[in-house]
């Protein structure tokens, strides 16, 4: 089966750091494009931050600029988002998701900033919670 696996997550304290994993199963992410998205109760879908995954540039949201991070490690076939410096607005739902989609940077914010739109694959969710 083709999917998308998270892990990480939970309750954590502002100030605070969580470090999210998505792992790619029955696929490689070669030639895929990914992205972290969140949903926050009563909010439309939010793009976090995107990288190809032949590591390229990686673009991250204003609202998590110098505190969030995407990576990817092909040899484990797997994304990361390190998350710093957590707030209580970061609470939400943190889903990861990739599409397959020619090189090039304006393709993959075209994708970001669609939140996602027509995604090959998504991630089941993972429940971030930031206190204060």
């Known amino acids: 089966e083709f999917q998308l696996v998270q892990s990480g997550g939970g309750l954590v304290q502002a100030g605070g750091s969580l470090r999210l994993s998505c792992t790619a199963s029955g696929f490689t992410l070669d030639g895929y494009v990914v992205g972290w998205f969140r949903q926050a109760p009563g909010k439309e879908r939010e793009w976090i931050s995107c990288i190809s995954s032949d590591e390229g540039t990686a673009y991250v949201s204003d609202s998590v600029q110098g505190r969030f991070t995407i990576s990817t490690d092909n040899a484990k076939n797997t994304m990361y988002l390190q998350m710093n410096s957590l707030k209580p607005e970061d609470t939400a739902v943190y889903y990861c998701?990739?599409?397959?989609?020619?090189?090039?940077?304006?393709?993959?914010?075209?994708?970001?900033?669609?939140?996602?739109?027509?995604?090959?694959?998504w991630g089941q969710g993972t429940d971030v919670t930031v206190s204060s």
């Open positions: 998701a990739a599409k397959n989609l020619p090189p090039g940077d304006m393709l993959l914010k075209l994708w970001a900033l669609s939140n996602g739109l027509e995604s090959d694959y």
